[in-house]
């Protein structure tokens, strides 16, 4: 799938530059989970263990994307290999991964630049926020890109690395949040 690409006018780049990403409020959760519903390809999420979800706004508060977190897959042989654990290790340190589990700029807003924008304040702030929920932060984001319908490109243009195909034919792409995950 090719991706044409364009510049944003100097509107939309001053819109873009407005965003902000803030944790999702309990009472928004019914609408968070409506339009995925509605948008997103994969639909409502049931997501398990530790979760975090966040909405990006407008300046004036309007809902420009949706993100959501959760626990990381427990078994995914690309990703024990890029991380070098043992056995043990990865027993003790799975909680340290998060799955951005959904991603999705609603259908109105998808502005060259704001998705990686919206990934990038996302990720600035989501160690501290898991650390003030759960008491731990976190080492490592995980996600699954779907390479029919997508190219990863909002993860690629914040430095995610690819590690390969799943058996389900996704690819795994990671970050690392902290310089010092690998052996420690």
Not at 103 to 114: A, K, T, V
Not at 120 to 146: C, K, M, N
């Amino acid at each position: 799938m090719k991706t044409q690409y364009r510049t944003p006018s100097e509107r939309e780049q001053k819109l873009v530059e407005q965003i902000r990403v803030r944790p999702l409020r309990a009472k928004e959760r019914p609408r968070f989970m409506r339009l995925l519903a509605k948008y997103h390809y994969l639909g409502r999420l049931q997501p398990v263990g530790e979760q975090m979800f966040y909405v990006a706004v407008t300046a004036n508060g309007g809902w420009v994307a949706l993100l959501a977190f959760a626990a990381a897959a427990k078994h995914l042989k690309a990703r024990e290999r890029w991380i070098g654990w043992t056995p043990a290790q990865k027993r003790k340190r799975l909680s340290l991964i998060a799955n951005n589990v959904r991603y999705l700029i609603l259908p109105r807003g998808n502005i060259p630049n704001m998705g990686s924008r919206i990934l990038r304040l996302t990720t600035d702030r989501i160690s501290e926020d898991w650390q003030q929920q759960y008491g731990h932060p976190l080492a490592v984001l995980e996600t699954f890109v779907d390479p029919e319908r997508f190219q990863g490109t909002v993860y690629r243009a914040n430095g995610w690395v690819e590690l390969g195909a799943t058996s389900g034919l996704s690819s795994p792409i990671l970050q690392g949040l902290s310089p010092s995950i690998r052996n420690r």
